[in-house]
């Protein structure tokens, strides 16, 4: 199994559905992280998770809420969003923060298109 | 803030040699990372420079210029696997990681 592990991997939903994204890592580390990949845009820092608390929300629209119930276990909810939001979403992990070395474990991400 | 720079797309041959160059400019820096992503895939670590100079990991090496603001990833011995895209990514601060559009490899027969 790999390390991180997204569900699900394609995910097509109208503007007024409710969906959420799951990532699950299997590594043992204490930090989990939401990125926004755009086509030819560099990958945005969403939300960041650090021992199940939150340490970083980067201004990101509340249609977006996330939810860390768990080192191992974190969540995207998404509530009525727009056409722009269609992007791939990755989900990453790392065995903590606040080192420079820690590098980043990623999973394949969901490709959200949003109609 | 962050402002990365990586060009857009590179070509070039099976068995050849191949540079990504990275400029950025950040208000604290503490680290550079090089990512791949194969297309539909997850970007897998590459490299990691914090000290100035050349990081070498077999075919693959790294390099770091801090007053400049710099770096290069270096493909050597070019393989058909090797076409993906290449993320340059730098640590500002404490866990933020910045990364910038990435770099598109295309390795031709």
């Known amino acids: 199994e790999t390390g991180v592990t997204q569900t699900p991997r394609h995910l097509v939903m109208g503007m007024t559905n409710k969906k959420s994204l799951k990532c699950e890592q299997h590594l043992g580390h204490n930090a989990m992280y939401w990125y926004k990949q755009s086509a030819k845009k560099p990958l945005e820092l969403m939300f960041v998770y650090s021992l199940e608390e939150r340490v970083e929300n980067n201004s990101v629209p509340s249609r977006f809420s996330p939810e860390c119930p768990n080192s191992s276990h974190l969540f995207l909810h998404l509530h009525t969003l727009q056409p722009e939001d269609s992007a791939l979403y990755l989900c990453?992990?790392?065995?903590?923060?606040?080192?420079?070395?820690?590098?980043?474990?990623f999973g394949s991400g969901t490709q959200l298109s949003v109609l | 803030g962050q402002n990365i720079d990586q060009p857009t797309e590179m070509t070039a041959t099976e068995g050849a040699i191949v540079q990504i160059n990275c400029t950025y400019q950040t208000s604290g820096f503490n680290g550079l990372f090089w990512y791949q992503q194969h297309a539909g895939e997850a970007p897998t670590f590459l490299s990691y420079n914090v000290l100035d100079g050349l990081e070498e990991k077999g075919r693959f090496s790294s390099f770091l210029s801090r007053s400049k603001g710099y770096s290069y990833l270096l493909l050597k011995e070019l393989q058909m696997k090797d076409s993906a895209s290449y993320l340059c990514a730098v640590r500002d601060g404490d866990y933020k990681l910045s990364f910038g559009a990435g770099t598109t490899v295309t390795v031709r027969a």
């Open positions: 990453a992990s790392s065995q903590d923060v606040g080192q420079g070395y820690e590098k980043l474990f």
